[in-house]
């Protein structure tokens, strides 16, 4: 199944979570934070939004940093998925 996003939405799957420390501890599953870098899956095509004109700056592929609890989780053929508003993420990572 093919998820296309509407208007300004952006649908991304979040990266895994680092499972050691840089000292080499290795974190318990209660230990680990929510992760808040995703890569982006689909991206809606923009347009008109609460009378404002949006461009789309996300692409496929980029990296992106999210605010921690925003978006709708959705899981699409066994994948977690979590589609947000584009104003809801923070940064591009390069």
């Known amino acids: 199944m093919t998820l296309k996003p509407l208007s300004d939405r952006v649908v991304i799957k979040m990266v895994e979570a680092e499972e050691t420390t840089a000292s080499g501890i290795i974190l318990t599953g ?13 991206v809606g095509p923009g347009g008109m939004v609460d009378g404002k004109e949006v461009v789309m700056q996300v692409k496929v592929g980029d990296k992106v940093i ?5 978006g709708t989780e959705v899981k699409i053929d066994g994948e977690d998925l979590i589609i947000v508003r584009q104003n809801d993420i923070l940064a591009i990572v390069e």
């Open 66 to 70: 999210t605010s921690k609890y925003s």
């Open 30 to 42: 209660s230990a680990k934070e929510k992760p808040q870098v995703a890569e982006v899956l689909a």
